[in-house]
């Protein structure tokens, strides 16, 4: 179907060199569609009347960049006020279970960080696990008084097994089973897409599962050329934020964008208005 404008404080936000349509697939309220970012980032840079000057495949790598840094961001001010909270809340994961032999065990593939404290069980008491670094480790070990024990155990994060994931060692080792709370690795947000090839208007993918046809007359993003037959798995990938963070995203695309192109006046400016999004 094609999409109608969106409008921002006002403003239509599409291109006025180009028409775009868009599949859309509703999973879930309070995420970024990576296209409405992508058309947002044009009306930002006054796409209009400079020609299309970040093409899909300039944006799919700048708004990786920019997701990695915001989450790094977030989580360095991890839960510090409620907005933290909020925005982080899609990328936590509660009482996860893992299973130990000898008191290690292997952390979920999509882990990033752990949050908050371990839990074991003791009989029938949930017991808190402190999380250890190596040097405590040892010196806890060579301690009478705080070596472990199912009252008091402890863990530490390290190792890989043989299939290259992260590992958790839990002390008293004769402990079977661990529950964690953790942040998950982000999902790479990515455009796909595909051209008309007479009037080179654009068709973007939504986040789906369902095979996507390319029909004649066009061309899939990696030269694939349509016909009656052809079908895509779309490796679209919104971005697991929601709408309190688009001004923030924004300015830092913006801003990388700025250093590429040479206008100095486009960096100031981003810069100015990145420097105010971090504050709110």
Same mark, same amino acid.
């Given at each position: /179907?094609?999409?109608?404008?969106?409008? $921002?404080?006002? &403003?239509?936000?599409f291109?006025?060199?180009?028409?775009? @349509?868009?599949?859309?697939?509703?999973?879930?309220?309070d /995420?970024?569609?990576?296209?409405?970012?992508?058309?947002y980032?044009?009306?930002?840079?006054?796409s %209009?009347? #400079?020609?299309?000057?970040?093409?899909?495949?300039?944006?799919? #790598?700048?708004?990786?960049?920019?997701?990695?840094?915001?989450?790094?961001? $977030?989580?360095?001010?991890? *839960?510090?006020?409620l907005?933290? /909270?909020?925005?982080?809340?899609?990328?936590?994961?509660?009482?996860?279970?893992?299973?130990?032999?000898?008191?290690?065990?292997?952390?979920?593939?999509?882990?990033?960080?752990?949050?908050?404290?371990?839990?074991?069980?003791?009989?029938?008491?949930t017991? $808190?696990? %402190?999380?250890?670094?190596?040097? *405590?480790?040892?010196? #806890?070990?060579?301690?009478?008084?705080?070596?472990?024990?199912?009252?008091?155990p402890?863990?530490?994060?390290?190792?890989?097994?043989?299939?290259?994931?992260?590992?958790?060692?839990? @002390?008293?080792?004769?402990?079977?089973k661990?529950?964690?709370?953790?942040?998950?690795t982000? !999902?790479?947000?990515?455009?796909?897409? /595909?051209?008309?090839?007479?009037?080179?208007v $654009?068709?973007?993918?939504?986040?789906? =599962? !369902?095979?996507?046809?390319?029909?004649?007359?066009?061309?899939? #993003?990696?030269?694939?050329?349509?016909?009656? =037959?052809?079908?895509?798995?779309?490796?679209?990938k919104?971005?697991?934020w929601? %709408?309190?963070?688009?001004s &923030?995203? &924004?300015?830092?695309?913006?801003n990388?964008?700025?250093?590429?192109?040479?206008?100095?006046? &486009?960096l100031?400016?981003?810069?100015?208005?990145?420097?105010?999004?971090?504050? *709110?």
């Amino acid at each position: /179907m094609t999409l109608l404008p969106l409008r $921002r404080e006002g &403003l239509f936000c599409f291109s006025t060199i180009s028409v775009i @349509s868009v599949i859309f697939v509703l999973n879930f309220k309070d /995420m970024l569609y990576t296209a409405d970012v992508y058309q947002y980032l044009l009306d930002e840079i006054r796409s %209009d009347s #400079r020609g299309l000057s970040v093409e899909p495949s300039e944006f799919n #790598r700048l708004i990786r960049l920019v997701n990695q840094e915001i989450y790094d961001q $977030r989580i360095g001010d991890f *839960e510090t006020d409620l907005e933290n /909270m909020d925005s982080l809340g899609w990328f936590k994961v509660h009482n996860y279970g893992i299973d130990l032999t000898a008191g290690i065990g292997t952390l979920p593939t999509n882990y990033y960080q752990v949050i908050g404290k371990p839990r074991i069980l003791d009989g029938t008491t949930t017991r $808190r696990v %402190d999380i250890v670094t190596e040097f *405590e480790y040892g010196v #806890r070990e060579d301690d009478y008084l705080t070596g472990n024990s199912a009252t008091y155990p402890y863990c530490r994060i390290g190792g890989i097994n043989g299939s290259g994931q992260l590992q958790i060692r839990v @002390s008293p080792t004769t402990t079977t089973k661990i529950w964690i709370d953790y942040l998950k690795t982000l !999902t790479v947000p990515f455009l796909d897409y /595909m051209i008309n090839d007479t009037t080179l208007v $654009r068709t973007d993918f939504a986040e789906t =599962a !369902t095979l996507q046809s390319v029909p004649t007359g066009y061309t899939y #993003r990696d030269g694939t050329v349509g016909g009656a =037959a052809v079908t895509i798995t779309s490796l679209t990938k919104n971005l697991k934020w929601d %709408d309190g963070d688009l001004s &923030l995203i &924004l300015t830092k695309l913006v801003n990388r964008v700025a250093k590429e192109l040479p206008d100095e006046l &486009l960096l100031q400016t981003s810069a100015i208005e990145q420097a105010k999004s971090e504050e *709110e």
